[in-house]
Structures are given as structure tokens and as C-alpha cells.
């Protein structure tokens, strides 16, 4: 069998502050950018990796959400318990110190972790919680 992630969805609650964040801070390509109806759809993805995407989206265009489930998301997001992904690079010291200048959240500085990784760990303009990896 060969399967490859595609897309990854993220919950977005700015689409400005996503992108920017996604395109200035992280650096990924903009691959798409689609508004319907006052909402809007934004793919990201790493340059040189055309078959990878974070798609940043409205989490409550869900369709059948409730009210109730809105709440509760809103208030996961604002916590940062949502949703998460988990990047990678070969230099974990530079991109941290990129999203540091940069002023992103920063809630675990660059770690060497018990179970055998490197990591750090942000928040994007949402809420979302990005743990970056460092590459072996």
C-alpha cells in the first residue's frame, strides 16, 4: 500500500493572522486561498513539497455543528487544545529563534526530550499548538 499525507486541516480564528504567520513567519507557500460566503479556506504548505498542505480553515463551518459544539471549540482554540501538528527541521535552534524574533507564542523552548527528541513547541495566531522537531 502507498499512502502519503495530503492535507492537514487546522482550525483558523483570523484568516489574516494565519497567513501571516503560515506565509511570513513560517515561510510556506500559499497554494490556495478560497472565500465562500464571508469565510475563507486557506492551503499552506513547505516550498519544494507540493504534495503536502495544511489547509487553515473556519472551524465553524462545520456543517450540523451546534451552538453548544461552537462554544466549545472557541474555548479549546483559545486554550490550545484543539488541535496540533507536528513539523520538522534540520535546525530547530534557527527556525525557533526565527518564530522568537518573530513573536510568536512560545510555550516549550528548544528540549531535549526523555523519549529521544528534540523539540520546541508555539502556538500559531490561533490557538493551535505546533511542535517542531529536529531532524536527525
Not at 502519503?4 to 483558523?12: V, Y
Not at 513539497?49 to 461552537?70: K, Y
Not at 488541535?83 to 528540549?111: K, S
Request: glycine share 8%; net charge negative; charged share 20%.
Amino acid at each position: 500500500m502507498d499512502l502519503r499525507i495530503h492535507a492537514s486541516f487546522l482550525p483558523h480564528s483570523d484568516p489574516e493572522a494565519a497567513l501571516a504567520f503560515y506565509r511570513d513567519t513560517l515561510g510556506f507557500e500559499v497554494r490556495k486561498d478560497v472565500g465562500y460566503k464571508g469565510l475563507r479556506w486557506i492551503t499552506v504548505g513547505p516550498s519544494g513539497q507540493p504534495g503536502t498542505s495544511i489547509v487553515l480553515h473556519p472551524p465553524t463551518a462545520t456543517p450540523g455543528i451546534t451552538d453548544e459544539e461552537r462554544r466549545v471549540i472557541a474555548e479549546m482554540m483559545a486554550k490550545g487544545t484543539y488541535a496540533i501538528i507536528t513539523l520538522a527541521t534540520p535546525d530547530l535552534d534557527a527556525t525557533f529563534a526565527r518564530l522568537q524574533a518573530g513573536g510568536t507564542e512560545i510555550v516549550q523552548e528548544p528540549t531535549d526530550q526523555p523519549y529521544g527528541v528534540r523539540d520546541c513547541a508555539v502556538r500559531d495566531p490561533s490557538g493551535n499548538l505546533i511542535r517542531i522537531n529536529q531532524l536527525a
